[in-house]
């Protein structure tokens, strides 16, 4: 192994144990909680990497990078991409194309733009992206808006509802938040029962999210390393 494989391998192993450390603490079962690698910024190498330590999920924040690496990785057919960023109705198609979940649908009109780019009989996994904050220009739906988010999901016939996803609010104790989230999944779940993902916690909030019941942890450097700066 090169260095930066061993020394990938160590943080990979290393946070796996936080998490099933945590999910005790709580007493949850580990195998619950999907690990996604957030692999944005990094390079095709870095999956292929990943891809050899046993990775199955990883996590890419841009339509037009997710696009490029997945194509990149076509041949590793055990990889389930997740997009987790703010998806523009143009790229619904694409985005579609090349990922197996979509974590960030937050708008009736994303949710109109995916169904219309599903070929016949197909089926994609969606998360509702909740905004925990009180600034509308972060991604998400509003709480307020979230029962009439979840329906039209539930009628879309090409999407199928798993969940809620959220990202918890810069510089406070991410706990709050993601204990709304929780009674916000409940929500949710009255819509779609069986929608119970919970996709919550990065880096340097995973334990808490946890705790709070997440399901679908999303986490980049704490596994990758810094990322490079933004091109
Ligand atoms: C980048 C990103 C992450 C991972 O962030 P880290 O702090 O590096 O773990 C998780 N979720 C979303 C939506 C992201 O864009």
Excluded: Y
Excluded at 61 to 83: G, P, S, V, Y
């Amino acid at each position: 192994m090169t260095p930066e494989r061993t020394a990938l391998a160590e943080r990979l192993s290393a946070i796996d144990l936080r998490i099933a450390e945590a999910a005790r603490r709580n007493s949850r079962a580990p195998e619950e909680i999907t690990r996604i690698v957030v692999t944005k910024f990094h390079p095709a190498a870095l999956v292929r990497d990943l891809v050899a330590l046993g990775v199955s999920d990883v996590g890419e924040n841009r339509a037009q990078e997710l696009i490029a690496k997945e194509q990149e990785c076509r041949d590793l057919d055990t990889l389930n991409w997740h997009f987790i960023g703010q998806a523009q109705t143009n790229k619904a198609r694409v985005i579609r194309e090349a990922s197996g979940i979509v974590h960030s649908v937050d708008r009736i009109r994303l949710v109109t733009a995916l169904d219309r780019a599903a070929d016949e009989g197909e089926r994609l996994d969606v998360l509702i992206q909740i905004n925990l904050t009180k600034d509308p220009d972060r991604g998400g739906v509003a709480p307020d808006d979230l029962d009439a988010l979840s329906a039209a999901v539930a009628e879309a016939e090409s999407l199928r509802l798993r969940g809620v996803m959220a990202v918890a609010p810069l510089g406070e104790e991410p706990a709050p938040a993601f204990a709304q989230l929780a009674k916000l999944s409940e929500r949710v779940r009255t819509v779609v029962p069986d929608a119970a993902w919970i996709s919550a916690g990065m880096t340097g909030d995973f334990e808490e999210a946890i705790a709070h019941g997440a399901t679908h942890l999303r986490i980049g450097s704490a596994i990758t390393g810094p990322r490079p700066i933004q091109g």
